[in-house]
């Protein structure tokens, strides 16, 4: 059975970081990442990342994320800094490699003063 379990989110000042993580467990993936989602806007891509390496980043946060893979812990990790306001909202753990996609269940992310 596939799970993905995500930690790491919470409260922090603009400017600040945050460091989210995602174990899977049952499978390996070809593609890891993370997306987002704010009240009364769509999930978007935040980042992901293939097996071999290769980032792909959504462009509100390109220069300030890092996505990052352990392959031997099955883990993704997304290092955010100089985070904004505007990227409140609940970050989805991602996981695929053919024709599901799996889900986590959300660590919310709050950028406040």
């Known amino acids: 059975q596939v799970q993905l379990v995500e930690s790491g989110g919470g409260l922090v000042q603009p400017g600040g970081s945050l460091r989210l993580s995602c174990a899977a467990s049952?499978?390996?993936?070809?593609?890891m990442g993370w997306y987002r989602q704010a009240p009364g806007k769509q999930r978007e891509l935040v980042a992901d990342?293939?097996?071999?390496?290769?980032?792909n980043y959504g462009d509100s946060v390109k220069g300030r994320f890092t996505i990052s893979r352990d392959s031997a812990k099955n883990t993704v990790y997304l290092q955010m800094n100089s985070l904004k306001p505007e990227d409140t909202a609940v970050y989805y753990c991602?996981?695929?490699?053919?024709?599901?996609?799996?889900w986590g269940q959300g660590t919310q992310v709050t950028v406040s003063s």
């Open positions: 990342i293939i097996s071999g390496g290769r980032t």
């Open positions: 049952g499978r390996i993936f070809l593609i």
């Open positions: 991602n996981a695929r490699g053919g024709p599901t996609s799996y």
